[in-house]
């Protein structure tokens, strides 16, 4: 990971041994290297013109300033931008200027490297100093964008661990090396815990292999416990839900061939909601947050759920397993039900749930689910802030009759196998287990589980949408 640092210092007065970048208003595909007459480097890049620069053109421009970093094998850069260089940025604050720049240049200069034997003998791009910097808020700035993008990038490490190497057992292992410097308090039960809890939907996804299934709890309380029984509303805690299927085989639905290989990183979602708690932690914000995290495998034996098996849910409903593919939302239901002894302000869901969110909108966005109108545009707005995008989809009753069960309480997919709707039917699911009169949304991430190569990001895990909900654990206000 390279550092960023600051200096009060100009570009021009930037120290020796560090490339400059001047950037220009040529065509962002516009570049060149130059040795200057004192001998030193400067990367000239075409960033269009700067008055047109919005706040997802500006993200892109700090990652596009990394990337040619890392590929033209440049060590230290020294780059100069300035708030007020940037005018349509200007609905923005001089706080959010410098957390981008810190998050998105860490972001793009993430590799995944656990698994190559052979030394990178390339020279790796190890330092980043920012010119021009002398508040004392841009330099805090940097310092919590460092946090939030740190803890994505582990995010990404968890998430791109392939799935022998990253069962339900390595998870719970991981969150607690995730937390051993942080006040995030963590507990995984076992299966014979989730078994006395009656987690029935949790279980059955996670039958079909030795793999122990295990039910992960953190809880931060950055704004204290309450004591007495009457819980004020601001120590009512944000519970975050995360998928945590550790390998997707399909199970007894078995994955076609091209289908199957990403499927390690079916535990994004989880991988996402013990990054967020982390950075909440770090951060030393005064808000009270837990973490849930489901982890099965959903694996192929004789032991396996079957199609048409039915399942008691933690909250007493059965669920009849038309298709034993559609796993992600039984043990997001179960978890769901668990969240009920937190009396929480806010529950939200992040599931690596539907490729259908993909169909329906794109690779660019994760699509939220909620009946919360003001929820939604709330998760939209942080979502356009933080890059982080999302995009809400209706969860219109209408959906609800898609999953009558003949013989059970709700099906797990259509019961008539249609393919319409059916990221919007996982969560219409879902909402037959989430607590009644308490806020919640259904994040659908299945669409920025992996990057694509517009992000400018390293292939495989995105770290999304960690820096979405470490912004909505600072904005959220508990209702009264
Ligand atoms: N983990 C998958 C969803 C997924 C697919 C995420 C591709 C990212 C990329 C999920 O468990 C699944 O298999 N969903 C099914 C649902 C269907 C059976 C109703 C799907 O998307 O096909
Ligand atoms: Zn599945
Ligand atoms: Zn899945």
Known sequence: MPTITTTPKTLSESPK??????????NHSWHRLVETNDGGLEYRLGAGKFSEIDGRQFRTLVRTIVQAAKSHQIASLAVDLKFSQFPKLASETEVWFYATIAENALLSAYEYTAYKTKEDKRVAFGSLLLCSVTSAESKKALAHGTIVATFANKARDLANTPGCDMTPTDLANAARILFS??????????????????MGALLAVGQGTKSETKFIVAEYWGAGKSVGKKV???????????KGVTYDTGGLNVKPSGA???MHLDMSGGAAVLAAIGAAAALGLKKNVVALVPAAENSV????????DIVTAMNGMTIEVLHTDAEGRM???DAF?????????VVLDVATLTGAAIVALGEHASATMTTDVKLSGMLSELGERTGDLVWPLPLWDEFKQHLKSTRADVTNIANNFSKWGVAIEGG????????KDIPWAHIDMAPRMESIASDKLAKGATGEPVRLLVAFIEAWIPRA
């Open 337 to 345: 039900t668990y969240s009920e002894r937190y009396s929480p302000s």
């Open 260 to 262: 199957m290989h990403d």
């Open 181 to 198: 410097k942080t006040k995030v308090g963590l507990s995984v039960l076992g299966e014979k815990e989730i078994k006395k809890l009656n």
């Open 232 to 242: 004020s509303a601001d120590k009512k805690p944000i519970v975050l839900i995360g």
């Open 331 to 333: 043990i997001v239901a």
């Open 301 to 308: 034996s004789a032991e396996a759920m079957r199609a048409g």
């Open 428 to 435: 219409t699911f879902l909402s037959y287990f989430a607590p």
């Open 17 to 26: 041994g560090f490339c400059r970048l001047v950037l220009t208003e040529d």
